[in-house]
């Protein structure tokens, strides 16, 4: 079973910035669709990107969409998600998920069910 090593993340100012990191355990990444989701405080998890195997293709949730960045480095084996302008209201744990696919797509990538593997969270607090 991959496990997804995750960090970064911590305190910031609003308005500030923040980077998570997502790596596997072990094995090569490049098979992995990509995700970035949040849960907020009472709230359920909610998607925040993807990224498509070889990167090429990006999607992100409307909210962030112009703020946060997505992006991976295959070589490296890692997935990051650069945060800006962030809002204390996006105090949130941070989740990596992961699913192998065969094509270099996003389809379905908001839906959580596909997805088998992920990091044990990062917390990103912001404050006013």
């Known amino acids: 079973q991959v496990q997804l090593v995750q960090s970064g993340g911590g305190l910031v100012q609003a308005g500030g910035s923040l980077r998570l990191s997502c790596a596997p355990s072990r094995e090569a990444f490049d098979r992995y669709t990509v995700a970035w989701f949040r849960q907020i405080p009472g709230k359920e998890r909610e998607f925040v990107a993807a990224i498509s195997r070889s990167g090429i293709r990006t999607y992100y949730e409307h909210f962030v969409k112009g703020r946060f960045t997505i992006s991976r480095d295959n070589a490296k084996n890692t997935v990051d998600l650069e945060m800006e302008w962030l809002q204390p209201e996006e105090k949130a744990v941070y989740y990596c998920?992961?699913?192998?696919?065969?094509?270099?797509?996003?389809?379905?990538?908001?839906?959580?069910?596909?997805?088998?593997?992920w990091g044990e969270g990062t917390q990103v607090a912001v404050s006013t």
């Open positions: 998920e992961a699913q192998i696919r065969a094509d270099d797509e996003l389809e379905d990538v908001r839906r959580r069910d596909p997805y088998d593997h």
